[in-house]
């Protein structure tokens, strides 16, 4: 089966992606897929990335993947790869240079209401992977609310289980107010 990719609104290009199950597998095609764009596919310029440069993009992807964030690609004209790495409303681009540097730009906000937070050119894995695990880590803690034994689910050792008005997925680390010998449990109604 054929897929087509638009790059932009006036060039097109095809590939044949092989057992692609979900998203994961999609989102890894068409980064490797990159190779086969034409040269000359922006406007009569613009070239395909380098297998460097892929597999330096299948290695963010990766540490985006293992925190949980959506991934969007782009090629760049000139050989590269921006990977958009979200969660909610916060935004990190990393651009995989064509000579394998990284640039990265962390942005808050979604369509004309954002803020550039940082912008930074010549940074490593490291970097991105902290920054990755910062994002995640600011979305978690400000989405959590103040717990009380009134708004818990709660399992005692002798499994009775009470269930507030308001049934909320909490992490240990926020339990601080739970009397001990109480575990969390995690149920929808």
Request: hydrophobic share 35%; with cysteine; charged share 20%.
């Amino acid at each position: 089966m054929e897929s087509v990719i638009n790059i932009n609104s006036y060039t097109n290009f095809t590939f044949s992606p092989s057992n692609i199950h979900s998203q994961d597998d999609l989102t890894k095609t068409s980064i490797k897929n990159l190779a086969k764009i034409p040269v000359g596919w922006d406007y009569g310029s613009g070239y395909p990335p380098s297998k460097f440069v892929i597999s330096k993009a299948l290695q963010v992807y990766s540490l985006g993947k293992i925190l949980s964030f959506q991934v969007e690609v782009k090629p760049e004209t000139e050989g590269g790869i921006i990977l958009t790495l979200y969660k909610k409303d916060e935004f990190l681009d990393v651009i995989i240079n064509n000579d394998l540097s990284f640039d990265m730009v962390h942005e808050k906000g979604i369509g004309t209401e954002f803020k550039t937070l940082l912008e930074q050119e010549n940074v490593d894995l490291s970097n991105i992977s902290n920054k990755l695990k910062q994002i995640k880590k600011s979305i978690e803690c400000t989405s959590l609310e103040h717990y009380t034994l009134e708004n818990i689910v709660l399992k005692r050792d002798d499994s009775e289980v009470i269930v507030s008005k308001n049934t909320v997925k909490v992490s240990l680390y926020s339990m601080q107010n739970v009397q001990q010998g109480y575990q969390v449990v995690y149920v929808s109604i």
